[in-house]
């Protein structure tokens, strides 16, 4: 059908019609969010960056109204973690000390009534669509966003809470691959959005973080912990004691190491650690072997004392590498334990030390820091130089699940340059990335 000189000038008139409000419309919002409410908002998270977070707002807001052509919406923040203390301890019962971060996976999204989800997320070339009336896992959709979308709005349903169908555009600054968590972000940023627009905001972290792990578990395909989705949704320094696996009891801890004159540096080594599983495995398989002698299901529920007493008898029943892992699931028990106090005390250099002995009995007795046989261990490398570069001031450590990937490290602020600039000489430019405990988790912005 062909279209005449006459509508097509009538077409033409429409859409610059439609561009000129569009861009008073953004204008509007841009301008709204110049707002000393939106600055006290950016504030809470941000702290001194808020001024920098702002164009990402400002940015997402325009890409939103763009996209969808509405102007109500909500902006939602959810950050990455840190693993401060407790290397491979929470898939026993054990203790971990995490941390949310100052990088957030942040969305604006609006609710629609027609059970009907569309996601746009910056970096992925198509939008991620479902309709809700169609919850069951699609094994197509596992390591997708779609996946962790469905297996969320799926445990909302079972566990009787409410879901409903929201337009959503995501950025996110949480490097991927760098133990920090990207994917925990995203899910409970997703929660946060059901709970705030079917069920009042009134859905609990622990829930929330439940829910994630849930998602990620049965719909996204991958096996994890809880640590992730807690330290995400929690925020700030958070003490976690996972014996009880259904409900672990959770403690913020009140600590800002930046006002104490360190930063937080998470080194990247920049080495290959894909087609890990196996060895991730053999962590867990391991110690595993020393709960079936014991006939018992986590290393939790083992009284340390017998598991000393019987080491002679260990050593002809199981592998020595599954011992020495089982020594430091204990061991780093009570280093969480000593580290937490030491905060709660205010003594940063006892807690620095234990934070050193951790990144030790990973690297001795957990053995995770490269692969067995393997000549390349840039981990190693990161933390010798790390010990070189800050000897007795601040303190370093594997990050995460090892076998490459990440090192953390509390560097003085008086030596923060001169740590990053060796750290990106020996591994790359912009390898060291600064960060800093963000105080809040998951949560909804009223700007």
């Not at 409410?162 to 760098?178: K, P």
């Not at 925020?235 to 004159?261: Q, T, W």
């Not at 490269?370 to 490398?381: C, V």
Request: some cysteine; aromatic content about 10%.
């Amino acid at each position: 059908m062909r279209v005449g000189p006459l509508a097509r000038e009538k077409i033409f008139i429409r859409a610059a019609k439609l561009n000129q409000f569009l861009r008073g419309y953004i204008m509007d919002i841009v301008r709204r969010m110049d707002s000393r409410a939106a600055q006290r908002a950016l504030e809470r998270l941000y702290g001194e960056r808020a001024d920098k977070q702002l164009w990402r707002y400002k940015a997402l807001a325009k890409k939103f109204a763009e996209r969808f052509g509405r102007e109500d919406f909500k902006f939602f923040s959810a950050p990455g973690r840190t693993e401060i203390l407790g290397n491979h301890t929470d898939h026993n019962g054990g203790r971990v000390l995490a941390g949310s971060i100052n990088l957030d996976t942040i969305a604006a999204a609006s609710p629609r009534g027609d059970g009907k989800i569309t996601v746009n997320s910056e970096g992925f070339d198509r939008e991620f669509c479902l309709e809700l009336s169609e919850l069951g896992p699609v094994y197509s959709e596992q390591g997708t966003t779609n996946g962790l979308i469905r297996g969320i709005a799926a445990r909302f349903k079972q566990l009787g809470m409410n879901i409903g169908g929201f337009d959503a555009c995501i950025m996110s600054d949480v490097l991927r691959g760098s133990g920090l968590s990207s994917s925990a972000s995203v899910e409970v940023l997703i929660c946060q959005i059901f709970s705030q627009f079917y069920n009042d905001g009134k859905v609990s972290v622990m829930d929330i973080a439940q829910i994630s792990q849930y998602a990620e578990n049965q719909y996204f395909g991958k096996p994890c912990g809880l640590m992730d989705q807690l330290a995400c949704a929690c925020g700030g320094v958070v003490a976690i004691d996972f014996n009880e696996a259904l409900m672990p009891e959770c403690e913020s801890v009140k600590y800002d190491f930046a006002r104490k004159g360190y930063s937080l540096i998470i080194t990247d080594v920049r080495e290959d650690h894909a087609d890990l599983t196996g060895e991730y495995a053999a962590i867990t398989e391991e110690m595993g072997q020393i709960c079936a002698h014991f006939g018992v299901k986590r290393l939790c529920e083992l009284e340390e004392k017998a598991f000393y007493a019987s080491l002679h008898e260990l050593h002809q029943a199981v592998p020595d590498r599954a011992i020495l892992r089982g020594i430091h699931f204990f061991e780093e028990n009570k280093r969480v334990q000593r580290g937490i106090q030491a905060l709660k005390k205010d003594r940063l250099p006892d807690f620095f030390r234990e934070v050193i002995l951790s990144g030790e009995s990973s690297w001795r007795l957990l053995q995770n820091l490269y692969k067995p046989g393997s000549i390349k261990q840039s981990l190693p490398l990161a933390l010798a130089a790390s010990e070189l570069l800050l000897k007795e001031d601040g303190a370093w450590r594997v990050h995460g699940g090892g076998f490459g990937g990440t090192i953390m490290a509390f560097v003085p602020n008086a030596q923060r340059k001169i740590y990053i600039g060796q750290m990106n000489r020996l591994f790359g430019e912009g390898a060291a990335v600064e960060l800093c405990v963000r105080p809040i988790g998951a949560v909804c912005l009223e700007m």
